[in-house]
């Protein structure tokens, strides 16, 4: 096993797995061990087969293009990211309480707004938010949970510190990969499971079944769960498949299903229409029913919303949770965790410029080259720059879109994310990562036992998202020797 | 309880399957048993067209029809969607949507046959030797995938529409097997004629796998009656139509509001017992022939209703256009 030196060499950003002389850190050193009883050659070919594997278990994502719609192999590198037990016991808790407080604050966005009149939160944002849902206003949804299923994205810094980039609390996706890394790992690697103390991942569809089952309106009843869909063209559909197969749950699209005048929701089954409790949904708002929302939608289901706010069905997550999954929001989250549950935040916020305040705008401008400037309300990496690798032409066209519509830009310092040794034609290269692991609340809350880690399989590359080549890795949360 | 989307696709998956393997058989005997003409004799490649029923298409798109035309039309030709190519992929997209209802390893083999025939269509195309091996893997791969159906599955309803799928495209496909046979015009001589005759029904019991099992339960020669009385009647042969029939029946039964469909299918089975097969002639079994995959498309048809759009019976009054609209979209 042979280690890229000369990227090493004029590397400055943290590594996961090795330290500054090179030496694996703590938690890595059996996996380091591992990989150095190898033969020769023994880790090319166990890259094959996992090639084979990835292939023939068909983990594919999609891909939109002019070309029509390909199915692409999920990049999978066969080093995987590895973190001590007791650190990531830590981020667990921190990811817990985000997750409890970004609740308290949707629900009171849609009721009281105390956290407005407080003036902790300013009412514009609120009013500049493409993501609060008029319609909701005045629902408590059970236990008051508005975001059941959050994917937080978290990065480290080159000083070691770990923060929140982003709540994802739409539809966030990735878990399925994290699931079947895992599998395709033990296929490829069973050795190292015996030598390592790697704690298990695979207890999270039993984790999410549970708490949707817990949203049942028909209690002490085997709930009917469906898992919607917009169908087989959609890039996560591998995901909706798997976890409804995981979970024994129906895997539905907006045309399986009807909701009657008795604003129950119905699927259509060989032998009729049979009623639906809980709907774990994969399609934005936007789509989910085209009686309240886009009227146009063809995905969704027409009466979700009837059926919703009568307490006729569970939905997850509820309809305008993504108000909180705002960029400019995000800027706000550590008051928010003060403001309601009376605690210091556990994980650190990113420091971010708000542009709807004149003179942090003022600082963005003027900063262009440094900053990173995302849009309030895209995901996946899209309608971004990054400052320092910009071009002027593209730094002014963001200085235009900033000045006209201010609300909807915020900025933040460019970390210099870490990085992990990834297998780059045979050597082990430093690729830059981030990880996502995924947090479930209803009557209790649970955080995925490490998460996903995405990694940007090109040199010196930053951006991780799937769309737009990056790749995955397993990760490790391993017992810290004693 | 099934989604009725979901049914519908089981049951194409099912039909997809069932048909590449035989489309996959019948070349691989056809070529067989051309190694044992006569000289001098020729061979009607566009009638492997004419039995998948599917000549139009073909004589659009090639303009000959010989042994390599006719190989890339029935393997690799995408535009033609009973090709073996074809079915797996459309087969494989039905998995897709399928793999929370089937065992999870069903999608992997699923997968791994259509990877395996894309990847080697064009050699099968290429040459009769490698062409005998890839069809031959082709049915292996889908034995592997049945004896997964059998041995992994819960009987359930998702069970027997997988069932039901494979034996209604079994029965047709035997059918139109035997339907070849009043398509093939033969010389006038008569012992050249009768030794062409019988190797020409040999090739059809053989793309059946029934050759073996012809000569154990009926006779060592070949005669046209009893063959047909053995394609369409026995009930011991597993590609006989009434054998088929017979499977489809018992499926019904354990399914959920049957009624009409087992009636459908007993008095098919019923029909066929009944119907003389001595002394059909070409025309004769033609006509019969068509008579009979007419009613498998009923019975094909009233399964559609009863299951695929039985939900349109329980709507509520109120909703009763947007499921109208829905249907008439798809």
């Given at each position: ?10 590397h400055t950003?943290h ?12 938690a ?7 990989l ?18 990835i292939?023939?278990m068909?983990i ?14 999920w990049?999978?590198d ?14 667990q808790?921190?990811l817990?309480?985000?997750?409890r407080?970004l ?5 009171d966005?849609?009721?009281e ?11 514009e944002?609120?009013?500049?938010s493409?993501?609060f849902?008029?319609q ?5 949804p ?5 975001a059941h299923?959050?994917?937080?994205d978290?990065?480290r ?16 996706s ?5 699931l079947?890394?895992?599998?395709v790992?033990k296929?490829?690697?069973?050795e190292?499971?015996r030598?390592?103390?790697i704690l298990?991942v ?16 028909r ?7 469906v898992?919607l869909?917009?169908g087989i063209?959609?890039s ?9 197969q995981?979970?024994?749950a129906y895997?539905v ?7 009657g005048a008795?604003d129950?929701v119905?699927m259509?089954?060989?032998?009729g229409?049979?009623?639906v409790?809980?709907?774990y949904?994969?399609?934005d ?12 939608s063809?995905?969704?289901?027409p ?8 307490g ?6 509820a309809p ?5 999954d705002?960029?400019v ?6 008051e928010i965790?003060?403001?309601?549950l ?6 650190a ?8 305040i004149?003179?942090?705008r003022?600082?963005v ?6 900053l990173?400037?995302?849009?309030a ?12 690798r910009a ?12 000045r006209?519509?201010p609300?909807?830009?915020m900025?933040?310092?460019t ?11 045979g ?10 692991p ?5 009557d209790?809350?649970y ?15 930053l ?20 | ?10 049951y ?5 399957l ?5 489309t996959?058989r019948?070349?691989?005997?056809t ?6 003409l006569p ?8 009638n492997?067209?004419?039995i998948a029923?599917?000549?139009d298409?073909?004589a659009?798109?090639y303009?000959?029809?010989n042994?390599e035309?006719?190989m ?16 797996v ?5 039905n998995?897709?949507?399928?793999r929370?209802v089937?065992?999870a390893e069903?999608w ?11 990847q ?12 005998y091996?890839v ?7 889908r034995?592997a ?6 041995g992994s ?11 039901l799928?494979?034996?209604i495209?079994?029965a ?7 339907d070849?046979?009043s ?13 062409l005759?019988?190797r ?10 029934a050759?073996q099992?012809?000569r154990r339960?009926?006779a060592?020669h070949?005669?046209?009656n009893d063959?047909?009385?053995?394609l ?7 590609r006989?139509?009434?054998?088929c029939?017979?499977?489809?029946e ?6 959920p ?6 009636q459908?299918?007993?008095l ?6 009944q119907?003389?097969?001595a ?17 498998l ?7 559609l209703q009863?299951?695929?759009?039985a939900?349109?019976?329980g709507?509520p ?5 947007q499921?109208?609209?829905?249907f008439?979209?798809?």
């Open positions: 096993m042979e280690l890229a030196r000369d990227e090493y060499a004029t950003a590594d996961e797995l090795l330290d500054r002389a090179l030496q694996p850190r703590a890595a050193q059996p996996l380091f061990d591992y150095n009883s190898l033969n020769d050659g023994e880790l090319a070919k166990r890259q094959q087969a996992v090639d084979a594997t292939m023939a068909g594919t994502f999609t891909v939109y293009s002019e070309a029509g719609n390909i199915d692409r192999v990049p999978f066969p080093i995987p990211r590895v973190m001590g037990r007791k650190e990531w016991e830590s981020i808790a921190g817990k309480q985000r997750l407080a609740n308290l604050f949707i629900n966005l849609y009721n707004q105390r956290i407005i009149k407080d003036g902790v939160f300013p009412a944002v609120l009013e500049g493409g993501n849902r008029p909701c206003v005045g629902i408590t059970r236990f008051g949970v508005w299923i959050c994917g937080t978290l990065v810094d080159k000083d070691g510190t770990v923060y929140v980039l982003e709540d994802n609390l739409r539809v966030p990735g878990v399925s990969y994290m079947e890394n895992r599998q790992m296929r490829i690697f069973p190292v499971f030598t390592t103390n298990p695979d207890d999270y569809p039993m984790q999410l079944y549970q708490m949707l089952a817990s949203l049942s309106p209690e002490g009843e085997q709930p009917v769960i898992v869909t917009p063209y959609n996560a559909y591998f995901e909706h498949s798997y976890l409804a995981q979970m024994g895997l699209e907006g045309s399986d299903m009807v909701v008795d129950i119905y259509k089954t060989i032998t229409l049979q009623r409790d809980v709907i949904r994969r399609i708002d936007a789509f989910l029913d085209p009686e309240v929302f886009n009227p146009d063809v995905l969704g289901t009466g979700l919303m009837r059926a919703w706010r009568k006729n069905v569970g939905i997850a997550n305008g949770a993504g108000v909180a705002d960029k929001v995000y800027a706000f989250v550590p965790i003060r403001y309601y009376n605690e210091e935040p556990i994980l916020n990113v420091p971010s410029y708000l542009c709807m004149e003179e942090q003022d600082y401008l003027a900063n262009l080259d440094k990173v400037v995302k849009p309300n895209e995901s996946g990496g899209y309608g971004m720059l990054i400052g320092p071009t002027p032409e593209e730094r002014d066209k963001f200085a235009k879109l900033i006209n519509d609300r909807n830009y900025a933040q310092p970390l210099e994310i870490s990085t992990a040794p990834t297998l780059v034609d050597i082990l290269a430093p690729r830059h990562l981030d990880l996502r995924f947090v479930l609340q209803s209790q809350l955080a995925t036992t490490g998460g996903l880690t995405r990694v940007a399989m090109r040199k010196g590359s951006v991780v998202n799937s769309s737009q080549g990056g790749g995955s890795k397993d990760t490790w949360i391993v017992e810290d020797a004693a | 309880m099934m989604l009725a989307r979901v049914a519908e696709n089981l194409w998956m099912a039909r997809n069932e048909r590449a393997e035989n996959a019948l070349i691989n005997s070529t067989h048993v051309l190694l044992d000289h001098g004799a020729t061979f009607g490649w566009a492997l067209a004419e029923g599917l000549d298409l073909f659009k798109t303009p000959e029809a042994e035309s006719i890339r039309f029935l393997i690799e030709d995408e535009a033609n969607p009973s090709s073996i190519f074809a079915c992929k459309y087969a494989r997209e998995t897709r949507t399928l929370e089937l065992p069903m992997e083999r699923i997968n791994s046959l259509y990877l395996y025939v894309r080697n269509a064009p050699a099968a195309c290429r040459n009769r030797r490698e062409r091996m069809l031959n893997e082709v049915i292996q791969q034995h995938i049945v004896g997964l159906f059998s599955m819960p009987h359930d309803d998702a069970y027997q529409l997988i069932k799928g494979r034996n495209e079994r047709d496909m035997t059918t139109r097997i035997l070849l046979h398509a093939i015009s033969f010389p006038e001589d008569s012992v050249v004629r009768e030794a005759v019988e020409i029904w040999m090739s059809t019991l053989e793309s059946l796998s050759y099992t012809y339960l009926v060592m070949v005669r046209s063959a047909i009385r053995f369409l009647q026995d009930m011991r042969f597993p006989s139509v009434s054998h029939l017979n499977e489809m018992t499926c019904f039964r354990l399914m509001k049957s009624q009409q469909l087992q459908l299918t007993a098919l089975r019923l029909k066929i017992a119907h003389p097969t002394d059909l002639d070409a025309v004769a079994l033609h006509e019969y022939i068509d008579l009979l995959q007419l009613q498309g009923e019975i094909h048809d009233a399964l009863n299951y695929f759009h939900w349109r019976d709507i009054p109120s909703v009763q256009t499921g109208d609209f829905e008439a979209q798809q």
